[in-house]
């Protein structure tokens, strides 16, 4: 085999590597970028866990918007029925490992009837965040808070997933 012919071997055995390397560095862009920009307004306005925002961006970049977008609205619906579930039973019935185990139960149930079952375990957290993490506020602002948190997190990784195709989309050649 000539010199060509074995550089176009090793061509063809690091392509696959290549191609990873920037699917990766796309992902590790979009998902850093995300995270700081939805960190940080969250300083600015003094919450307390706006770390939230930052990881529920992460957890949402994926490699197409319309999963994205789907993966964005199961957290954000996930936030809010957690949210609601957590607020009622902490108000209705107090702390207690008891109505946490019945609160996450209505969570999941919640979840099934408004058929976001793929909600569930982030709805689940989030009832466990009220309930069990403590805090200085009250229930109603900390899930108000944690879903402002996920929301502004869904919305920050959903506009970097489609930014970024529309650049993909921009340099590739027609």
Known sequence: MNDTGRSLNVARQLAPWVGRLHTGA???????????????????LDLPEGFW????????VQDDLRATEVLARDQFVGAAVGG???VCAALTFGNGLAVFAVAIVVTKL???????????RLAATTTTIILLVPHVSSPERMAAVRIAEVGWGVCVATTAVWVSGRVSAARSPQ
């Open 26 to 44: 796309r992902f590790g862009i979009i998902s850093a970028s995300s995270a700081v920009l939805a960190y940080l307004p969250t300083r600015a």
């Open 53 to 60: 925002s930052a990881i529920t961006a992460i957890m949402v």
């Open 84 to 86: 609601v579930v957590g």
């Open 110 to 120: 919640a979840c099934s009837i408004l058929n976001a079952a793929s909600a569930s």
